[in-house]
């Protein structure tokens, strides 16, 4: 399996220069930061989805197609934040029923493998969070990269990547690695700088309130 696929990297190298540039700028942005922007990113995506969904989908409920995206962008977005949690719950408990069925097939508990895996997918928030925005980043950036590259003229995308696909594997997997590291040591550094200021806002209320208080008399002077 190729990580870059070469049918979907011809379809992509198609696209402008402007828009090449835009993804590789948004998938670094998600590859570095996110966890930080995390809500934002999906309540973008929730939104985008729901829109592209209900322009496709609305005639056949009887909508016109422009109404039943813009209602279905809405709700999904402000709904996005709020099944976050009950999402993450059920993925992770889908996810460890796959592993354990692959893994010990004689072993039929599926019940028991999504309870917990899904109270794993809780308490690994933030860390499945991390990697799965590093990987996507790193994803958008291999694609918008190798496009904007072969339309630079600078190198055959497709050609290269059919040639490459384990190369390009183990760098993407490699990428997302250190992109995983980025956003824990970028949210390690924010929540250590919110804590020095906490830290002196607190120094600052102490010493305020150890000040002796002047007598009304002296105020004039």
């Known amino acids: 399996m190729h990580l870059v696929a070469p049918e979907i990297l011809a379809e992509t190298k198609e696209l402008s220069v402007g828009i090449l540039a835009?993804?590789?700028?948004?998938?670094?942005?998600?590859?570095?930061?996110?966890?930080?922007?995390?809500?934002?990113?999906?309540?973008?995506?929730?939104?985008?989805?729901?829109?592209?969904?209900?322009?496709?989908?609305?005639?056949?409920?009887?909508?016109?197609?422009?109404?039943?995206a813009l209602l279905l962008a809405v709700t999904a977005g402000v709904l996005a934040l709020t099944l976050m949690r009950l999402v993450a719950y059920a993925a992770g408990g889908i996810a460890a029923w796959m592993v354990i069925h692959a893994l010990a097939p004689l072993w039929d508990q599926p019940l028991l493998c999504f309870l917990a895996g899904g109270l794993i997918g809780l308490l690994l928030f933030r860390l499945w969070t991390m990697l799965l925005t590093s990987f996507l980043g790193t994803l958008l950036m291999a694609y918008a990269g190798l496009g904007l590259a072969d339309r630079l003229g600078k190198v055959d995308a497709?050609?290269?990547?059919?040639?490459?696909?384990?190369?390009?594997?183990?760098?993407?997997?490699?990428?997302?690695?250190?992109?995983?590291?980025v956003q824990f040591f970028l949210e390690r550094r924010r929540v250590n700088k919110l804590r020095e200021l906490e830290a002196e806002k607190r120094a600052a209320e102490e010493r305020s309130q150890r000040q002796p208080s002047r007598p009304w008399w002296r105020l004039a002077g």
Do not use: D, I, K
């Open 158 to 181: 497709v050609g290269w990547a059919s040639g490459q696909g384990v190369l390009l594997n183990w760098l993407c997997c490699g990428l997302a690695v250190l992109g995983l590291g």
């Open 22 to 68: 835009t993804g590789a700028g948004v998938g670094v942005l998600l590859w570095s930061l996110g966890w930080r922007c995390h809500r934002f990113w999906l309540v973008l995506m929730c939104t985008l989805g729901a829109g592209v969904y209900g322009l496709a989908s609305g005639g056949s409920f009887g909508l016109q197609p422009l109404v039943a």
